[in-house]
């Protein structure tokens, strides 16, 4: 299994940011699939996730402000971010669980500039 994220960059507080995550199968091969973050000097935390290709979980600082979803024709999954703040700023991993074996990707890199 590989996951290849992709979407990171710098934007400025009040923009938005969609991260995408390409898996090497079908989406639905997996039983979870979701984004954590990481930002300096604390544990990495899960942002959003998709149960079975349909139940939402969401952190509640993020809530409101951003989607998970997924495209399973482009084997894709997506985080569209936004209302983005300064402590969003982390790096952003997608994670797939599969037969209870955690797979995930290279990080992707979100500033939020005040």
């Known amino acids: 299994v590989q996951l290849q994220a992709s979407g990171g960059g710098l934007v400025q507080a009040g923009g938005s940011l969609r991260l995408s995550c390409a898996a090497s199968?079908?989406?639905?091969?997996?039983?979870?699939m979701g984004w954590y973050r990481q930002a300096p000097g604390k544990q990495r935390e899960l942002v959003a996730s998709?149960?079975?290709?349909?139940?939402?979980n969401y952190a509640a600082s993020v809530k409101g402000r951003c989607r998970i979803s997924i495209d399973n024709a482009e084997n894709t999954v997506y985080l569209q971010m936004n209302s983005l703040k300064p402590e969003d700023t982390a790096v952003y991993y997608c994670?797939?669980?599969?037969?209870?074996?955690?797979?995930w990707g290279q990080g992707t890199l979100v500033t939020v500039s005040s």
């Open positions: 998709i149960i079975s290709g349909r139940t939402t």
């Open positions: 199968q079908s989406i639905f091969s997996f039983n979870v």
């Open positions: 994670n797939a669980v599969l037969t209870y074996v955690n797979y």
